[in-house]
């Protein structure tokens, strides 16, 4: 079908994400799958059962349009005893369908035409386009390899009086670094007596290594006072086909965040957040996280080390950067496509985070996999000559 009008596209430059580009090309190609970022295991089975017995006990319908109370009860419980801030559950906790639909309310709710949005480069694909969509204007800062810093020089440089929102993300997708205590006190420092709004991403809050403390904004109350904070369910529980998620922010960004996400999707998944209210009560589950991944970044960094890629270890999320400098002087969009058509290993290429071009000949793997995937991807990946 051909439509007879004339459209014009709101986000012209898109295309499909790489994630969906990258997964794609992994089944057509059989490879297996370290691109897109998700756990190739099966979550707690307690959780699944309680899942289904919320869905067979009948709890089907729509449920309240902020989330169940008693799940957003148990949420600002979480956050007390994590990160000390107290939360109110029935104003300042939204349930959301994952952490992108967060992160594109937040961005709605606050940004108008011109206004500016400061963001670090390499950043997640979602960000831009819901900056776009409300005609505001991304203020892109690179952060550089290896250690991906935030320059806080460049950033108070950056601030104009247009400034509505600086974004950050700990632990970082695709870097795998994570903000210290001295980068959240300059942070608190330089808003301090400013309108900005911070949007903090911290889905893989519990996805940390070598004794590193998650640095929420929770835990600066200079922060946490003009903060929407986005976490996810799938992350921390193994299962981001559920699509859930939630956002914290003070009242009254709330309040404007509620009425643009009671629109886009009214609610969320009903017996899941029964579920997810049950299971939370085993701490362990959360607290012990960190431990689980660290043993699969440790064993995936000792396999790579048998292969010709540069890298240094991530300090936080499942993904780990490897430079292919001296291996190819290829495009990373082309050498990915190369590794998954010939060698089989889907990865993401590094330069589709940032705005312009930057193509560093790096890579992103996922190892959030079975020791069975791990191994037989660098088997694979050893073959690279
Ligand atoms: N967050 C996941 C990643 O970085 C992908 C989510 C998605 O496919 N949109 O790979």
């Given at each position: 079908?051909?439509?007879?009008?004339?459209?014009?596209?709101?986000?012209?430059?898109?295309?499909?994400?790489?994630?969906?580009?990258?997964?794609?090309?992994?089944?057509?190609?059989?490879?297996?799958?370290?691109?897109?970022?998700?756990?190739?295991?099966?979550?707690n089975e307690e959780l699944m059962h309680k899942a289904d017995e919320y869905i067979r006990?009948?709890?089907?319908?729509?449920?309240?349009?902020?989330?169940?109370?008693?799940?957003?009860?148990?949420?600002?419980?979480k956050i007390h005893s994590l990160y000390g801030a107290t939360i109110n559950p029935e104003t300042e906790i939204t349930i959301t369908?994952?952490?992108?639909?967060?992160i594109y309310a937040a961005i709605t709710s606050v940004v108008e035409e011109n206004d500016e949005v400061i963001l670090f480069?390499?950043?997640?694909?979602?960000?831009?386009p819901a900056i776009e969509l409300c005609k505001g204007v991304p203020k892109f800062i690179k952060l550089e390899a290896p250690d991906y810093r935030i320059p806080w020089d460049q950033v108070k440089k950056t601030i104009s009086n247009k400034t509505r929102v600086i974004m950050i993300n700990t632990p970082h997708n695709p870097t795998g670094s994570?903000?210290?205590?001295?980068?959240?006190?300059?942070?608190?420092?330089?808003?301090?007596?400013?309108?900005?709004?911070?949007?903090?991403?911290?889905?893989?809050?519990?996805?940390?290594?070598?004794?590193?403390?998650?640095?929420?904004?929770?835990?600066?109350?200079?922060l946490a006072e003009r903060s929407f904070v986005i976490y996810s369910f799938g992350k921390t529980y193994h299962n981001t086909g559920w699509k859930m998620g939630y956002c914290i922010?003070?009242?009254?960004?709330?309040?404007?965040?509620?009425?643009?996400?009671?629109?886009i999707v009214f609610s969320t998944n009903t017996p899941y957040q029964y579920a997810f209210e049950d299971i939370m009560r085993n701490k362990s589950l959360y607290l012990d996280l960190h431990s689980f991944y660290q043993e699969k970044?440790?064993?995936f960094c000792s396999l790579l080390k048998q292969t010709r890629f540069q890298f240094k270890p991530a300090s936080g999320s499942y993904f780990q950067l490897v430079s292919y400098k001296g291996m190819s002087n290829e495009k990373d969009t082309d050498f990915a496509i190369r590794l998954t058509r010939d060698y089989g290993v889907a990865s993401v290429p590094v330069s589709v985070f940032y705005s312009k071009p930057y193509d560093?000949?790096?890579l992103r793997f996922c190892f959030a996999k079975k020791k069975e995937t791990l191994d037989a991807a660098i088997e694979r990946l050893i073959k690279i000559k």
């Open positions: 079908m051909k439509f007879p009008g004339y459209i014009k596209s709101k986000l012209p430059q898109a295309g499909t994400t790489i994630f969906t580009v990258m997964s794609a090309l992994a089944q057509e190609h059989k490879a297996i799958n370290l691109s897109q970022g998700f756990p190739d295991f099966l979550c006990k009948g709890y089907n319908q729509y449920a309240p349009m902020p989330g169940l109370l008693s799940l957003r009860e148990r949420i600002a419980e369908p994952g952490g992108t639909e967060a480069e390499p950043a997640y694909d979602s960000y831009a994570v903000l210290t205590k001295s980068d959240l006190q300059q942070l608190e420092r330089i808003v301090r007596e400013t309108n900005i709004i911070i949007l903090s991403d911290e889905v893989y809050e519990h996805i940390i290594f070598d004794g590193h403390q998650h640095e929420s904004v929770l835990r600066y109350p200079g922010a003070p009242a009254e960004l709330m309040r404007e965040f509620r009425k643009i996400h009671q629109y970044r440790d064993y560093q000949k790096m």
